[in-house]
């Protein structure tokens, strides 16, 4: 393993906690309002933290191009996201604080972030609520007039605020008007139905990127004077997660294939509350907000495949799991733990459903307490939902509910400033390796992407700017070397003409993922992973099939792209787990646990694990970063 002092510098200022990002702002340099507008910035991505740094740039006076494969920016993931924001506002006096929020944060995470970047992400949730407000998101209200919240897993306050229907949809409409007005401007070139498929640098700093126009099929660079990577995650590497279908992981494997950091790739939450699957031929699983667990009570039958409908099964032959092992915290147990409960109820052969792959999530006694109507108020948008998609009515049957990959902790390595080890490459919002460590809690995702995009990135990317001459060449050696390569490796794809689809493919590498690096782990099973991973490789160049041309709109040919992606990222993944001997958060080996629960290896693994790129069909190289904890103590997380 490389020394921690080969990784870069992370940028984190001196100084007490609380005063790290004011130091920081303090030091940076500053670039004058007049010679902003010389500078171009391209923002790939047009989600939350997209959509939010691409308009906030263009107020500053940048020249902002905004990409997105979508036909408009308002399809970005994050609109699935419904329960809710944290910020510490203490709003209901039960005890929050900045300090509380960052120390729920970085203990839900196992301990294995930054304390300055988590601490940096509390102060500003905060500025996030006011931002939000300001732009008209409609948050809800309690009676005397303040934004009402709500607890989540991992947390005993309330801090999740949220708006009626789904909160994300209504915080990226927020950020859309944002950035639809600097479009409207000039100062923002939006750029529809194009994705990003490679990096380009240039004298060793990112110079701009190559895309693919997704309708003609024209190949083409783009250049400026710093990228910003904001393309999310990458948990459809598992082909059954709670993303869009079209989420994938290739801007961000494509710049660690130039040299970018891949930092914990194997860091995939698993959500507790999605509606399971109900036969081997979905595609995609629905996310129910984590917010249920507020009211709803989890539980599995005491007895072994008891076939019994949930109202014939008293309280006294009920197993309310949570509860009895998590007492402190209940149903509001962090994601991965609970996510592991189900599990391990489920392969006692407790689980519930036609399948046997799920637990129940009963409103009955909230109803009995508070009444139809009340609960109706809190949730009514999601038990529609959920009855729309089952066919069974939450109100009076209990919701059946599942794990499934959803968030991933993993992501591009970024500094304070969140520029990666390359120069002039940002990235930002669920692509870089996050502020949420080995898991992430609940309602704190939108946090991190308008943090980054609102209130972080404009600072930290002009004091990288100042002391750099705007660009002013049009072309570019290094750009059309890139092309070329982009147009060969569509050809390599559009030659592919086996047996076997794309679809058929990634559903088995989704297969080999879930199984050997999914909720829970082994050495063996990683290994065996390993191989398989290359046997797929070599199964989807020989016998991979695509039809229809480049010229043209191809979604064969986009899926195909993405996937040879996965495949190879899928790899890296497994690596990375089978590296980190230890279990910690979402990363469960099961080598590695102390009754049942997961066994930390401070002494040896406190860091975050960097990976480089050495070239194709060669191991990739280990990097660490080194995780400091100066204000608190690392220690066991207690949630009983």
Known sequence: MISSKEIPDAKIPDGPLEQKWERCLDGLKLISPNNKRKYKVLVVGTGLAGASAAATLAELGYQVESFTFHDSPRRAHSVAAQGGINAAKNYRGDGDSIHRLFYDTIKGGDFRSREANVYRLAQVSNNIIDQCVA????????????????????????????????????????????????????????????????????????????????????????????????????????????????????????????GALFANPSFTQIHPTCIPMSHEGQSKLTLMSESLRNHGRIWVPKQAADQRSPQQIPESERDYFLERKYP?????????????????????????????????????????????????????????????????????????????????????????????????????????FSDHGAN????????????????????????????????????????????????????????????????????????????????????????????????LKQKFWQRGMVGGGGEVLNQELEQAGRVADFIEFGELMCRDALQREESCGAHFREEYQEQGEAARNDADFSHVTAWAHKGEDQPPESHCETLQFESIHAGKRNYE
């Open 135 to 258: 732009q008209g998101v409609p948050f809800a209200r309690e009676y005397g007039g303040l934004l009402d919240n709500r607890s989540f897993g991992g947390a005993l306050v309330s801090r999740t605020f949220y708006a009626r229907g789904q909160t994300g949809q209504q915080l990226l409409l927020g950020a859309y008007g944002a950035l639809n007005r600097q479009i409207h401007t000039g100062q923002i070139k939006l750029h529809t139905r194009t994705e990003m498929v490679d990096l380009v640098m240039e004298a060793g700093v990112a110079r701009g990127i190559v895309t693919r126009d997704l309708v003609s099929g024209e190949i083409q660079a783009h250049l400026g004077d710093a990228v910003v990577l904001a393309t999310g995650g990458y948990s459809n590497a598992f082909y059954l997660s709670t993303n869009a279908a079209t989420c994938n992981v290739t801007a961000s494997y494509r710049a660690y294939k130039r």
């Open 328 to 432: 402190a915290y209940g149903n509001l147990s962090p994601r991965d733990i609970s996510s592991r409960a189900v599990k391990e109820v489920c392969d006692e052969g407790r689980g519930v459903g036609a399948m046997g792959r799920s637990v129940y999530l009963d409103f009955g006694e909230a109803i009995e307490q508070l009444g139809v109507e009340k609960i109706s108020e809190h949730y009514g948008n999601l038990f529609e939902m959920y009855q729309h998609i089952t066919d069974e009515n939450p109100y009076q049957t209990p919701m059946r509910i599942y794990p499934a990959a959803h968030y991933t902790m993993g992501g591009l390595w970024v500094d304070y400033h969140l520029m990666s080890n390359l120069p002039g490459l940002f990235v930002v919002g669920e692509a870089n």
């Open 440 to 535: 992430r809690l609940g309602a704190s995702a939108l946090m991190q992407g308008l943090a980054d995009g609102y209130f972080i990135l404009p600072q930290t990317l002009g004091d990288y700017l100042a002391d750099k001459k705007p660009a002013t060449e049009p072309t570019s050696t290094a750009a059309d070397a890139v092309v070329a390569e982009s147009q060969q490796q569509s050809e390599a794809l559009l030659a592919l003409n086996g047996d076997c689809s794309i679809r058929s493919l990634h559903r088995e590498l989704g297969g080999i993922l879930w199984n050997h690096c999914g909720m829970s782990r082994t050495a063996t099973g990683l290994g065996e992973a390993i191989e398989q991973l290359g046997e």
